[in-house]
């Protein structure tokens, strides 16, 4: 009797086992008409292209540097070369002096027809100082005033100055934009010739975009805006243009960059997570059955098998 009892134990036993096993391999829930499948992240590759711009300053002039700038970074309209302009600094001073003078004498034998024009010509002439840019001529109000001022040589050697001015503004060259130096080619006292390249620098303010085989969503254009600012010395990032499937970005650096050394690529999450279908669930359309939702999803045929996509991480799909 206990023999007998002992074989049906083992039998339930077994039993039990062979059950929770095939529960355990079974990844998808499943009924006789439905089948929940779990979706799996996508994730994909956005290109990177970097426009970084070499841009060239060249002596404007020959001769001697009085100054080259040292600092790699540099702000837009601040002094990058200053030659040196002492012999022209003196002879324009010498020459303003002179006009200054040649003025008040004119003033000082004024006639009383033209007393009116004194405070003018009076104010002209304490311009002309030798650190500062010539004032502009006064105009010419009455015939006597021109025919005295000409007869003096006043507006002669004011153009005269004012053209030799108009040289000495090459001695110094100022920075278009801001911008950090890649490579000099020069020193400060180095006598160098006109067009000589003397510094290679790259903008503050650069160009990268990012390009996709499929479209670019907000929640992907976050991703690239993120993986952005951790992996490239950036303080701003503004997107700048936009296409379904490229979005340019413009970027203010906050330190040079190596164009060897700019990212490539961007990987990023899908929105839409992807389902293996089975077969028996494929209609002849190529089109599934998801419960809960009205309209029939498209099925992909891929590498041998059915994909349909969706960005919810479960669906409930109905056999055919």
């Not at 012999?87 to 008040?104: H, I, M, N, R, Y």
């Not at 499929?214 to 010395?233: C, E, G, M, N, Y």
Request: proline share 5%; charged share 30%; aromatic share 10%.
């Amino acid at each position: 009797m206990k023999a007998v009892r002992f074989v049906v134990f083992l039998t339930l036993l077994f039993l039990q086992f062979s059950c929770s096993g095939e529960n355990d391999s079974n990844l998808n829930e499943t009924s006789d008409k439905t089948i929940t499948l779990f979706g799996k992240q996508q994730r994909d590759t956005v290109f990177l292209t970097f426009n970084i711009p070499r841009k060239t300053i060249r002596a404007q002039r020959t001769g001697k540097l009085e100054r080259l700038v040292e600092n790699p970074e540099f702000k837009g309209n601040s002094l990058l070369v200053q030659f040196d302009d002492y012999d022209a600094f003196v002879e324009l001073s010498g020459e303003k002096e002179d006009l200054k003078e040649d003025v008040t004498a004119q003033l000082d034998n004024l006639p009383k027809s033209l007393q009116p024009i004194e405070k003018k010509w009076r104010d002209f002439a304490s311009k002309l100082t030798p650190d500062k840019l010539m004032p502009d001529l006064p105009a010419f109000e009455y015939k006597e005033e021109a025919d005295l001022m000409t007869q003096a040589g006043i507006e002669e050697k004011f153009l005269s100055i004012h053209k030799k001015e108009l040289a000495v503004q090459n001695y110094f060259q100022l920075s278009p934009e801001d911008g950090f130096i890649i490579q000099t080619f020069a020193h400060s006292d180095d006598y160098v010739k006109k067009n000589k390249t003397l510094i290679v620098y790259h903008p503050k303010k650069i160009k990268v975009t990012a390009e996709a085989a499929f479209p670019i969503s907000k929640s992907i254009a976050r991703q690239i805006k993120t993986d952005l600012s951790v992996r490239v010395p950036v303080d701003k990032i503004q997107r700048i243009r936009t296409t379904p499937t490229k979005i340019t970005y413009s970027l203010v650096l906050n330190q040079k960059l190596d164009p060897k050394i700019c990212p490539k690529y961007v990987i990023v999450n899908q929105d839409q997570n992807v389902f293996r279908v089975p077969a028996d669930c494929i209609g002849k359309d190529k089109k599934v059955i998801v419960s809960g939702e009205s309209e029939r999803k498209q099925a992909y045929y891929k590498h041998g098998e059915y994909l349909i996509y969706s960005p919810k991480t479960s669906l409930t799909i109905e056999k055919i």
